[in-house]
Structures are given as structure tokens and as C-alpha cells.
């Protein structure tokens, strides 16, 4: 496998979000709702207006996973009040999604480090997120690294409210640090 590079994405990286944040969200879900529902989110969701309101507030990150220079993933977090469910002392994974063609290929889970590392450093003591309870990829994902479930969220795609897990890890285990 090519060496995985993570990038912090700033706003000249807007269009490069757009198109990775629509192509991996549109692989991912859209086999499993209707076209109306997908086109309204990320007509929504992705609109340079929103990343661009994103992007500049200061309790929110992205960084993109490159492989030999190319944008195949990314990940969004979240502290403080930019947070879709307030919680203290904790950070949230809003987003990590990876094109399919690179899936177990060791991207999420650099995309994944890069969440706890930085979980690390702001010294939080939980990291969380909520994640689609039928998507079961993710949830293995997520379990696999510790997380449990600790409550659910409705989340809205398009006019159907479908039903987000929310889960946490606490951050009380060294051995998760990347020794550099």
C-alpha cells in the first residue's frame, strides 16, 4: 500500500472538500435512499457556502487522507459549541469517509488516528460521533476501536429522519498515542 498522507484542509481546499465530501457520501448511501433525499443533502451539505462557513469556525478541522497526492478521504471534528450534540471536555468525529476503492486499505483508520491524536493534545477526555445505525461497515469500524453506544439522534436526509447510534470512547489509554 502507498504511504497514507493527512493534510489539515484550509479554505483554498474548498473545492477538493466539495467534490471528495459529495463523490464518498454518494457512494455510500445512495444505493439506500431515494435520488430526491441524496441531491437535497448534498446540494445542502457540500454547498460552498456551508464548507466555507465550516471551515472558518474555529471549533471545527477537516483534513484530507492523500495517497500519492491524490484527495481519497477525509475527516471532520468538532469541540466546544460546533459540536452536534453538546458534550464537555470531548471532541466529536462528525465525518470519516473514504472512497470505496480505498476502503481496507488503512485510510479510515489514518483518518481515525489523526482524530485521537488530536484528542490527545487538547487533553479531551472522550472522543464521540454519531454514525447511521444501518450502516454497518462504520459500526464495525467504530466498535473495533473501542467505541460503544451511549444514545441515539435523528438525522434528517433530505424529508427522512433516519436514526443515528451515538458513540464514545474515553480517552484514558495511552497506548493509542503515535509514537512519532
Known amino acids: 500500500m502507498e504511504q497514507i498522507t493527512i493534510k489539515r484542509v484550509n479554505i483554498t481546499g474548498i473545492k477538493k472538500l466539495q467534490e471528495i465530501g459529495i463523490s464518498t457520501f454518494f457512494e455510500a448511501f445512495s444505493e439506500v435512499n ?12 457540500f454547498s460552498e457556502q456551508k464548507l466555507k462557513s465550516e471551515l472558518n469556525n474555529s471549533d471545527s478541522q477537516f483534513y484530507f487522507a492523500l495517497v500519492n497526492g491524490n484527495v481519497v478521504g477525509y475527516l471532520k471534528i468538532n469541540f ?7 458534550m464537555d471536555n470531548a471532541l466529536e468525529i462528525e465525518r470519516i469517509y ?3 476503492t480505498f476502503h481496507g486499505k488503512g485510510v479510515a483508520q489514518s483518518l481515525y488516528q489523526k482524530a485521537i491524536d488530536i484528542a490527545y493534545e487538547i487533553r479531551v477526555e472522550n472522543i ?5 445505525e444501518q450502516n454497518y461497515r462504520a459500526l464495525r469500524f467504530y466498535e473495533k ?23 464514545k470512547k474515553e480517552l484514558t489509554n495511552t497506548n493509542e498515542l503515535k509514537v512519532s
Open 80 to 86: 466546544g459549541e460546533a459540536q452536534n450534540e453538546k
Open 34 to 45: 431515494t435520488e430526491q433525499n441524496m441531491s437535497n443533502y448534498l446540494e445542502n451539505s
Open 128 to 132: 464521540w460521533l454519531g454514525v447511521w
Open 145 to 167: 476501536n473501542g467505541f460503544t453506544a451511549f444514545g441515539k439522534h435523528s438525522f434528517w436526509l433530505g424529508n427522512d429522519e433516519q436514526t443515528d447510534l451515538l458513540m
Open 98 to 100: 473514504v472512497l470505496k
